[in-house]
């Protein structure tokens, strides 16, 4: 069974960092690109930032909202997702959720979805 499951999520004021974690189990993680998605209070999913698996070269995206602030990174011998995320800003407050895609890029459909992590961003 495919289980994804965020943590590292909190308040934090503007200018703040955060770095969410997401471990995964349930299928061989390294084969998988990866995404992280992002729901804002009212609105509909976002797309931040995606990470290729090995054989997709590990390459890396991000929304131009996020580019330059956030980092994501995976680490395959412990099965984890990251995001880092720096400079964090009032409008980046959201429920982050971790998502498999169904190939080695990103650009493949998601397939799982874990629960998410609420990041409030306010003074």
């Known amino acids: 069974e495919v289980q994804l499951v965020e943590s590292g999520g909190g308040l934090v004021q503007p200018g703040g960092s955060l770095r969410l974690s997401c471990a995964a189990s349930?299928?061989?993680?390294?084969?998988?690109?990866m995404s992280w998605v992002r729901q804002a209070p009212g609105k509909g999913l976002e797309w931040v930032s995606g990470?290729?698996?090995?054989?997709?070269?590990?390459?890396?995206s991000y929304a131009d909202s996020v580019k330059g602030r956030f980092t994501i990174s995976r680490d395959n011998a412990k099965n984890t997702l990251y995001l880092q995320m720096n400079s964090l800003k009032f409008e980046d407050t959201a429920v982050y959720y971790c998502a498999k895609t169904a190939g080695i890029y990103v650009y493949f459909a998601v397939n799982y979805w874990g629960k998410g992590a609420l990041v409030t961003v306010s003074s």
């Open positions: 990470i290729n698996s090995d054989s997709g070269g590990s390459s890396t």
């Open positions: 349930g299928f061989t993680f390294s084969t998988y690109a």
